[in-house]
């Protein structure tokens, strides 16, 4: 996990509501209409957390047809354990400067002649 990586997933649970959405779908999986009920949220304010969780690996959604032919998303939790330690910060950027060294290398390589 880079660091970017890393602050994305601390974004994407340091809102209140992304919490209270995480803490529903603790639930089960839900019905995205059902889920803005539940929460007391409009479905575009919805969605934009619902999509900032997502792009975490925090939450995932499924379309799915009802019977009569309307496309239904559900969102369920998606596996996720956060622990947040010093060795997780020092592997995130240990893990930057390993990316970074080799776009160098890969850089350097282009740029030497044949």
């Given at each position: 996990m880079t660091s970017e990586e890393l602050l994305a997933l601390l974004a994407a649970v340091g809102h209140t509501q992304r919490l209270r959405i995480v803490g529903e779908l603790a639930r089960g999986?839900?019905?995205?209409?059902?889920?803005?009920?539940?929460l007391g949220l409009s479905r575009p304010?919805?969605?934009?957390?619902?999509?900032?969780l997502e792009k975490a690996?925090?939450?995932a959604g499924s379309l799915e047809l009802s019977a009569d032919g309307k496309a239904m998303?559900?969102?369920e939790l998606a596996p996720?354990?956060?622990?947040?330690?010093?060795?997780?910060?020092?592997?995130?950027l240990r893990e930057d400067e390993l990316q970074a060294a080799g776009a160098e290398r890969a850089a350097g390589k282009k740029g030497t002649p044949s």
């Amino acid at each position: 996990m880079t660091s970017e990586e890393l602050l994305a997933l601390l974004a994407a649970v340091g809102h209140t509501q992304r919490l209270r959405i995480v803490g529903e779908l603790a639930r089960g999986r839900v019905h995205v209409s059902e889920l803005a009920r539940r929460l007391g949220l409009s479905r575009p304010l919805l969605y934009m957390h619902l999509e900032r969780l997502e792009k975490a690996g925090l939450v995932a959604g499924s379309l799915e047809l009802s019977a009569d032919g309307k496309a239904m998303k559900f969102f369920e939790l998606a596996p996720f354990d956060i622990h947040l330690t010093v060795d997780t910060v020092l592997a995130a950027l240990r893990e930057d400067e390993l990316q970074a060294a080799g776009a160098e290398r890969a850089a350097g390589k282009k740029g030497t002649p044949s």
